[in-house]
C-alpha cells in the first residue's frame, strides 16, 4: 500500500491564523483528497486535489477557506485559512492508489483553534 | 444530495457473538461500498470492499450487499474485545471519492 505522511501530526492555533498541512506519498498516485473529520464525527469530503489545476471543492468548502495546492502526482497542501474555533478537526489527506475505490489515508492533522 | 447512513449504535455485544452492521446509500448510480475500521485516535483502516450483490466472506468478516434495496452490512463473526471501534461504511461511483457514512460504534465486551 502507498505509505502517506502528513505534517504536522497536531498543533493548537489563535483564532484568525491559517496553517498550511502538508502530505506526502511514497509513489505517484492520481486520486488524492483531503477530508475533515470533526470530533465524534465522520468523514467529510473537503476536495479533491487535481494535479497542475485547480481543486474541486465540494458543497459548503471553498477556495478561499481551503486553498489547495497540488504540484505534482506525489504532494499536497491544504491550507486552513482565517481559524476559528469552529475549524477544530482533524483533516485527512487520503489516496487512491490502485483504482478500484479504496482510499488509504495519512495519519490524520489535528488542529484546535483557540 | 448523496447519503449514506448508519445507526450510530452503540452496538454492544458479548465476545465471541456475531455483530451485524448496517448501511444504507441514495445513489443508485454507487458502484464500490467499503467497510473501514476506526480506533479512537485513529485514521480509518479498510475492512473489506465489496462490488457484486451477494455475500463475500474475508475471515470473520462478511460484507453483504443488496444493490436492489441499497443496502450493505458487515458481520462480524467471534466477536473479539480487539474489534471494538467505530465502524465507517462508504460508497463511491468509479473515479470519485468516497462518500462516508457517520460510522457505528461497536463495544465488545469480554
Known amino acids: 500500500s502507498a505509505v502517506i505522511s502528513q505534517k504536522p501530526s497536531r498543533d493548537i492555533c489563535q483564532r484568525g491564523t491559517s496553517l498550511t498541512i502538508q502530505c506526502q506519498v511514497d509513489?505517484?498516485?492520481?486520486?488524492m483528497f483531503w477530508y475533515r473529520q470533526q470530533p465524534g464525527q465522520s468523514l467529510t469530503l473537503i476536495a479533491t486535489?487535481?494535479?497542475?489545476?485547480?481543486?474541486?471543492?465540494e458543497s459548503g468548502f471553498v477556495i478561499d477557506k481551503f486553498p489547495i495546492s497540488r504540484p505534482n502526482l506525489t504532494f499536497s497542501t491544504l491550507t486552513v485559512s482565517n481559524m476559528s474555533p469552529e475549524d477544530s478537526s482533524i483533516y485527512l489527506c487520503s489516496v487512491e492508489w490502485r483504482g478500484d475505490g479504496e482510499l488509504f489515508f495519512g495519519e490524520g492533522s489535528r488542529l484546535t483553534v483557540l | 444530495q448523496k447519503e449514506v447512513e448508519q445507526n450510530s449504535g452503540p452496538l454492544s455485544v458479548p465476545e465471541g457473538a456475531i455483530a451485524s452492521l448496517n448501511c444504507t446509500y441514495s445513489?443508485?448510480?454507487?458502484?464500490?461500498f467499503f467497510w473501514y475500521r476506526q480506533y479512537s485516535g485513529k485514521s480509518p483502516e479498510l475492512i473489506m470492499f465489496i462490488y457484486s450483490n451477494g455475500d463475500k466472506e474475508d475471515g470473520r468478516f462478511t460484507a453483504q450487499l443488496n444493490k436492489a434495496s441499497q443496502y450493505v452490512s458487515l458481520l462480524i463473526r467471534d466477536s473479539q474485545p480487539s474489534d471494538s471501534a467505530t465502524y465507517l461504511c462508504a460508497v463511491n461511483q468509479a473515479g470519485t471519492a468516497l462518500i462516508f457514512g457517520k460510522g457505528t460504534t461497536l463495544s465488545v465486551s469480554s
Open positions: 509513489s505517484q498516485v492520481t486520486m
Open positions: 486535489a487535481n494535479q497542475g489545476s485547480e481543486a474541486t471543492y
Open positions: 445513489d443508485r448510480g454507487s458502484q464500490s
